[in-house]
């Protein structure tokens, strides 16, 4: 069947902001889709609200809104755009949600719209557990044994017939939000409260738990004439009680027999059938039980996942760009298979390599909160590796995951808790994998190991061998090991670097050790058919046979270094550098290779570059595909810090580094020798110093005065980063820092309090430098940076104080010598602007600046970096009235980790950024907040409670939003400030003056609005408290007095009804919104 | 693991490879091919169609899952050899009864891991499959060379015969001949509808087991059975089955099948296939590197569905060999028959005409390279298939062809249209 006539404009929506649970496989997903869907004649309109997405990129789709993805935002497209179909099935869950919810208020009706891919029952049926067990009871496929409580109690009595533990599901939450455990009833009672709290319908599942049981899961697609077929199995190393977002996974499925996977398969496909799903990928699990194989259903998506975007990527088999055309009516045997080009998709991928994903965390910037893996999500990115075995595999995760580590233990960074041994191997936790390791140093046994972690032994013999290579190495000189020892250890997955850990030498002697004896790597191809087929597409991983497939061209070429995985810190924007630089160096003839291993991304779609090799990014790793590759330059700016740190030691290895010169970055990192060029320059910047001890801290805190920016010298994120109101604070930091890491001394900044923060991107080709955007922040400055909200242009700075931050910015990228984009943070103060940082390499910003500006920075930079001079390139002037405001602002994961503190700081938190567009700084503002809450309080009672230095700020906020109709609340201080300007308010007692409190109040759904600003740094104080307890609740929390003015403002400009959209089209480069 | 002994692969064209042995110690000789299958290593195995190969696992990680009697496929180890990038030294599965090694090693199966399995497989795909020497006890590559040389090809040999049983049994109540294990025979049916002659040439029990299923008795015939034998036993239909080698090689097999046709209704599987085919009056050539897997798409012609198929033949018909064809029978396209893909474009199932046995019909063909996978004999009640419906290992998505084949004893017509890619029980 050919594809569909009858429509021919096709809506799409995103899934917005980065979010623990829904990351950037959505935006690789959507860009695929929205691709095939502009290939093949239709015109694509698309709603996302996240400025970092390739997706968004105004070439992807006809019509761009970066728009809040709400009913609300997303009707006014439709009502403009008048498409004739929506596709909800791309934008992961949110996309869902919103989809249904047009289409359950008649939205699409009424427009004329229909919903492809997946229609609203089969939505329906897939999400709603009570529906989905009534059609797996109707196929004879068993589920886990379950019951709906709509109340603690409702909970009690269910759990009565089937037991502890019991697995609490929220109805319609993403990636579990919200689910948990119960082993006793009061953790039932706490886990089915905030469950109902969470969930849309107020509605949870408490379910017989399969904990410890085997989990799988199956990537199916269908196509209308009812062609179904598996793209790929996936068993899950972690047993049944984590979250799949959260467990190692491996594909294919490695301990079922074909009797047990073909039963899978069927179920899989029997359900697609059941629930209808009639063109498109949809993601079945289903658990085991190791005793007796008795197989349960344990849910489907009836959508792209992100255990499709793994799939995509571990198969060769580009789900969603096939699940696009299945949905406008092509079917499988009509598509052809992208990488063998000779035979159809309708087939099933037989790989000949193991795939292990890993999931990579941040506890580290949400102290207080539980570590323990669990049913909800916590991981905020994950790393894939490819080998030919299992084990050669999850080395490589372990050693992409940017933790520091260079593989699965003996690497010098082993350390355990010797107390709590046994409960590290006992509870799913981040580090369990070394703990099972170090089990197996320590002489355990498999049997001992998988009963107690619930692994299956097989996964678990496969870490025993791993161990039992590195104990025949362990102690011996390095040039003793023969070319067999050698070659096993690679073999096995074993680094350079734990080789050297293991033979007390060093990488470089490895390296050079492995080269004398022949050992080399070889890479196979990636072919979706395990080499059945000759395939065309040149997609690699690295491994150590016989064969090499690798083939290079002589072409010019140039290789790009990814940004490993999504953390807090370096996300989607680092990628979407990289893809652009790609894209850029690709018109301009050059081959292009991509190095990285973040599944989630654009940049590992083996579509982006002329080559992909689905590496770490390590030395050794890097090294390995240069050595075959030989290509003229390597990219090391884009990918964020995970390439940067390479640059130094890949230079010294002889590889071109093409931009700017690893030293100028390594200029702008080094605070004296940087301290030294903008004094040249006589730029103005914060007194500082650097102390190793608490007495040359002491010392100089006296030299520059408090308050201070306190922080390690090598972070990432603002990592440990705070500031010090006072010596005995200064002093309790600095015990803990030399303690923790004596090697690497503490920063000291005078930190600018209540300053307003600039950052600013640009891009230089060593001869002039052209300013793609100033950002003016709305938090003030102590607030880090990919934290705060930030507009383009500034809303508030003067224009010579903008003029100077320009002049500033240009003398700094000629001084340093930086060639292509750099990144500036300045702080104004009292008509005073100065310097805190610069950072000459790609940056967060930079997506966000591309969009709201029109010129895509990162293809300009490429460009410089290609020799091309920016004279040549036609861009815009830089300082030409936009004509509208651009706000981006910052979304935040503290739902996620309960206990921990929502107040913002230094250190960044956030994951993911959104973007709102608007003629006016409010109006755009509100739109950021409503692409990030979805929606904002319209009216109600707004809770104000401020620390003493901002009583007189809030007042103006607080009478904005006393004529705005709100009702204040405050606790005694505030009130009185506020009363004292003459505002009414009411009084409300703090948590520890008694009941009932502001908690209370909060709970019982009495409060909008929060705006509390932290007192201090104590933890648990009332502060605390309130925050924890409006996230809990979802409530609008605001935590510093800018963001009150900004937010009192945008909820003036919606409830004004002037929000409206605008598509990226009709914005240009020159203006106008 | 170095201590442990070697083990050698030497192709015909000079092509060697170096492994570790995990099986028994021996030099064994065969045609190297490979198996895409990711699951279903023992199935492979003990199917005696792969007798005369040495055959390659593409999925690195084999014995995973062990090894158990109810996933036998016949009574032993058929392939000659057995290669592999990994052999899993435990066995991780609640119905694993032993680990894959030890099974190697009581069953003196020779058998190589360590090897470069992706290497081999693209050597193959690129030279074509070819015979072979896998040895532990010779390591000298030219030596081993010329004994692979020396060895014995599968073109014209007739491997039936050494697969196939001697002596008739009926499945379920009388234990395979020769068979020292507890059969799994399948859900037997509680009062067989329908008598079945299958003429073994190596038939894998799964076959068995779906006729039973399909509430047929099943009787198993040697190969060298008579028409007038086989009709003696009063059947409803009459089945043959897979089986290794060339089917030029085996005449005899093809004439019986040709007496049969038109007298009882008829269903092949592979072999069986093949054997209809050259009954018709078609010809059978060699495929390059052949189809071995669980995962080949084969379209229906009758429904246009696609359906997920397990294969296993190194031989494969020639459509247009069989007759002309029959322009008002085939939708009135006047292209060559041979031109499958035109055939596949066009959504039509051609019919040409058999000299003997008037109009046959082009039911299935594999959509990776075009190849004909099932044709029926329209003026015969009889229908084949070039792939493996019964699975073991594969997917289940041609089941439907078992009640294909009772709808054809009960007398229904369009008997291939059923239910394509609904999966049966298990």
């Known amino acids: 069947m050919p594809r569909r006539d009858d429509i021919s404009k096709i809506l799409l929506i995103g899934s917005g902001p980065i979010v623990i649970g829904q990351a950037c496989e959505f935006d690789y997903s959507g860009a695929q889709a929205c691709k095939v869907l502009r290939e093949d004649g239709y015109e694509v309109v698309l709603v996302n609200s996240n400025p970092a997405t390739i997706m968004t990129d105004p070439e992807f789709a006809h019509r761009t809104y970066v728009e809040p993805v709400t009913p609300s935002f997303v009707e006014k497209v439709i009502e403009r755009e008048r498409p004739d179909a929506l596709l909800p099935t791309l934008g992961g869950q949110t996309g869902l949600n919103c989809a249904v919810a047009l289409a359950e208020t008649g939205v699409l009706e009424r427009y004329g719209v229909e919903l492809i891919g997946a229609r609203l029952e089969v939505i329906k049926k897939g999400e709603d557990r009570r529906l989905f067990a009534e059609a797996m009871a109707r196929i004879g496929l068993d589920t886990p044994r379950s019951g709906y409580a709509y109340s603690v109690s409702d909970a009690e009595e269910i759990v009565a017939s089937i037991g502890y533990p019991a697995v609490i599901r929220p109805s319609f939450t993403m990636g579990g939000a919200g689910g948990g455990i119960a082993y006793n009833v009061d953790e039932l009672r706490s886990v089915v409260t905030r469950g109902i709290a969470l969930s849309p319908a107020g509605e949870v599942l408490v379910e017989e738990s399969v904990i410890g049981w085997k989990e799988y899961e199956m990537e199916v697609m269908r196509d209308r004439n009812d062609n179904a077929v598996i793209v790929c199995s996936i068993e899950n190393f972690d047993a049944m009680g984590v979250h799949t977002g959260d467990s190692i996974t491996v594909a294919p499925a490695q301990t079922l027999t074909d009797r047990e996977y073909q039963a899978m398969r069927d179920a899989s496909l029997a359900i697609m059938r059941e629930i209808g799903v009639e063109t498109g990928g949809s993601n079945v699990q289903f658990a085991i039980d190791p005793k007796d194989g008795r197989l349960v259903v344990i849910e489907m998506n009836p959508r792209v996942s992100r255990s499709s975007a793994l799939a995509s990527k571990a198969t060769g088999f580009p789900i969603a760009k096939f699940a696009a055309k299945l949905a406008v009516g092509y079917t499988l045997d009509e598509i052809p298979n992208d990488i063998t080009r000779k035979t159809p998709a309708s087939f099933e991928p037989s790989i000949d390599y193991t795939v292990v994903k890993v999931p990579r965390w941040a506890f580290e910037k949400f102290p207080g909160t539980d570590q323990a893996l669990s049913t909800r999500m916590k991981s905020v990115g994950e790393v894939m590796a490819i080998g030919r075995t299992f084990s050669e595999a999850l080395g490589k995760a372990f050693r992409s995951l940017e933790t520091g580590r260079t593989g699965l233990g003996v690497d010098g960074k082993d350390a355990f808790d010797e107390e709590h041994f046994e409960r590290y191997l006992a509870v799913p936790n981040e580090n369990r994998p070394f703990y099972m390791a170090e089990a197996f140093r320590r002489g355990r046994s498999v049997e001992e190991v998988s009963a107690l972690t619930h692994v299956d032994p097989w996964f678990c013999e496969q870490m025993r061998r791993m161990v039992a290579v590195e104990r025949d190495i362990a102690g011996r000189a390095l040039d003793t090991l023969d070319v067999e020892q050698m070659r096993i250890a690679k073999r096995q997955g074993l680094s350079d670097a734990q080789i050297a850990y293991l033979t007390g030498s060093v990488e470089a002697e490895v390296r050079a050790r492995r080269m004398d004896l022949d050992v080399r790597p070889t890479f196979k191809s990636v072919d979706t058919c395990a080499a059945e087929f000759e395939a065309s597409t040149p997609y690699y991983y690295k491994t150590y046979e016989d064969e090499d497939e690798a083939c290079p061209s002589d072409r010019r070429k140039v290789m790009i270094l990814g940004a490993g995985p999504n953390r807090i810190g370096q996300g989607i924007e680092f990628d979407y550098c990289c893809v652009h630089a790609a894209y850029a160096l690709s018109e301009l003839g050059y081959e292009t290779i991509m190095v990285n291993c973040n599944p989630e991304t654009v940049s590992t779609d083996y579509d982006t570059s002329d080559r992909l090799y689905f590496e770490p990014l390590t030395f050794e790793d890097v090294m390995d595909v240069f050595e075959t590759e030989r290509p003229s330059g390597v990219l090391v700016t884009f990918g964020g810090q995970t390439p940067l740190k390479l640059a130094r030691s890949l230079e010294a290895a002889g590889v071109p580094i093409l931009g700017t010169r690893p030293e100028a970055i390594d200029l702008a990192e080094d605070r004296k020798r940087f301290a030294e060029v903008l004094d040249r320059l006589g730029i103005r910047y914060p007194a500082a110093g650097t102390a190793s001890t608490v007495a040359e801290a002491i010392n100089i805190a006296k030299r520059i005065g408090y308050p201070l920016l306190v922080r390690p010298s090598y972070v990432l994120g603002g990592q440990g980063m705070v500031i010090a109101y006072s010596e005995e604070y200064l002093v309790r930091y600095m015990e803990r820092a030399t303690e923790v890491s004596p090697d690497h001394p503490v920063l000291l900044d005078r930190f600018l309090e209540g300053a307003i923060e600039v950052d600013v991107d640009a891009v230089c080709d060593g001869a002039s430098v052209y300013i793609g955007g100033v950002m003016e922040h709305i938090e003030e400055a102590g607030i880090h940076s990919g934290d705060s909200a930030c507009c383009i242009p500034p809303f508030s700075l003067g224009a010579e104080t903008v003029a100077r931050i320009r002049e500033h910015t240009r003398a700094l990228a000629l001084e340093i010598g930086v060639m292509g984009l750099m990144n500036v943070q300045f702080a104004v103060k009292d008509e005073q602007v100065y310097v805190l940082e610069v950072n000459p390499r790609a940056s967060r910003t930079v997506p966000f600046v591309s969009k709201a500006t029109g010129v895509p920075l990162a293809k300009v930079a490429a460009r410089v970096m290609a020799g091309v001079r920016l004279a040549e390139m036609d861009l815009p002037d830089e300082e030409r009235e936009l004509g509208r405001f651009c706000v981006k602002e910052a979304v935040m994961p503290f739902g996620r980790f309960p206990g921990s503190d929502s107040v913002l700081g230094p250190e960044m938190k956030s994951t993911g950024e959104v973007m709102g567009v608007a003629a006016d700084f409010p109006s755009a503002y509100a739109k950021s907040q409503l692409a990030i809450d979805y929606s904002l309080p319209d009216g109600g009672t707004a809770f104000i409670s401020v620390c003493d230095r901002d009583k007189r700020a809030i007042v103006p906020v607080a009478r904005h939003l006393h004529h705005l109709g709100f009702r204040i609340l405050s606790t005694h201080g505030t009130a009185r400030s506020l009363k004292a300007a003459g505002i009414p308010v009411e009084e409300v007692l703090k948590v520890h003056e008694g009941r009932p409190n502001v908690v209370d109040a909060l709970k019982n759904g009495d409060v909008q609005l929060v705006v509390n600003t932290p007192f201090g740094r104590e933890t648990r104080s009332d502060g605390y408290h309130i925050r924890t307890a409006a996230v809990e609740h979802g409530i609008t929390n605001i935590t510093t007095v800018s963001a009150a003015q900004a937010v009192t403002q945008a909820i003036e400009a919606m409830l004004s009804g002037r929000l409206d959209v605008v598509a990226l089209q009709d914005m240009g480069t020159e203006g106008g919104a | ?426």
């Not at chain 2, 003997?356 to 299935?364: A, E, F, I, S």
Request: charged share 20%; with cysteine; hydrophobic share 40%.
């Open chain 2, 1 to 426: 693991m170095s201590d442990s002994a070697r083990a050698f692969l030497a192709l015909e064209d000079g092509t060697f490879f170096e492994g570790v042995s995990c099986g028994a110690p021996g030099e064994v000789f065969g045609e190297a091919v490979f198996n895409t299958s990711m699951t279903g290593y023992q199935e492979v195995f003990t199917d005696p169609s792969y007798a005369g190969q040495i055959v390659v696992m593409t999925s690195p990680h084999i014995g995973n899952y062990g090894v158990n009697a109810a996933d036998m496929e016949s009574s032993g180890v058929f392939a000659s050899g057995f290669v592999m990038r990994e052999c899993s030294p435990v066995a991780s599965n609640w119905r694993a009864e032993e680990s894959l090694r030890e099974f190697f090693a009581r069953n003196r199966v020779v058998a190589a891991e360590g090897i470069d399995t992706r290497r081999l497989t693209r050597h193959i795909r690129e030279a074509g499959a070819m015979r072979a020497v896998l040895s532990t006890v010779d390591a000298d590559p030219a030596s081993l060379v010329e004994k692979a040389r020396a060895s014995l090809g599968l073109v014209g040999r007739d491997l039936v015969r050494e697969v196939a049983v001697t002596e008739r049994f009926t499945w379920g109540s009388e234990v395979p001949p020769g068979c020292e294990l507890p059969v799994d025979t399948g859900v037997l049916p509680a009062e067989s509808r329908f008598r079945v002659v299958a003429f073994d040439s190596g038939i894998k029990w799964n076959i068995l087991r779906r006729l039973a299923e399909a509430s047929c008795e099943v009787i198993v015939v040697p190969p060298a059975t008579t028409a007038d034998e086989a009709l003696a036993l009063a059947p409803d239909g009459v089945f043959f089955a897979n089986g290794p080698g060339d089917p030029a090689a085996v005449p005899y097999l093809y004439r019986t099948l040709g007496d049969l046709l038109g007298k009882r209704p008829l269903f092949g599987i592979c072999l069986g296939h093949q054997m209809l085919s050259l009954a018709l009056g078609g010809e059978t050539y060699k495929l390059k590197y052949g189809h071995h897997g669980g995962n080949q798409p084969v379209k229906n012609l009758l429904t246009g569905r696609v359906e997920i198929t397990s294969q296993n033949h190194g031989f494969c018909v020639d459509f247009a060999s069989i007759g002309e064809l029959i322009l008002e029978e085939s939708g009135g396209w006047a292209l060559d028959p041979g031109d499958l893909a035109g055939w596949v474009r066009v959504g039509v199932p051609p019919v040409v005409r058999s000299e003997r046995y008037g109009r046959v019909r082009l039911t299935h063909v594999n959509l990776n390279d075009m190849t004909v996978e099932g044709l029926e004999a329209l003026d015969q009640r009889a229908f084949s298939v070039q792939y493996h419906p019964e699975a073991a290992p594969g997917p289940h998505d041609a089941a439907y062809l078992f009640g294909s084949f009772v709808g054809l004893m009960h007398g229904d017509g369009e008997t291939l249209e059923a239910g394509a890619g609904t999966p049966a029980r298990r």
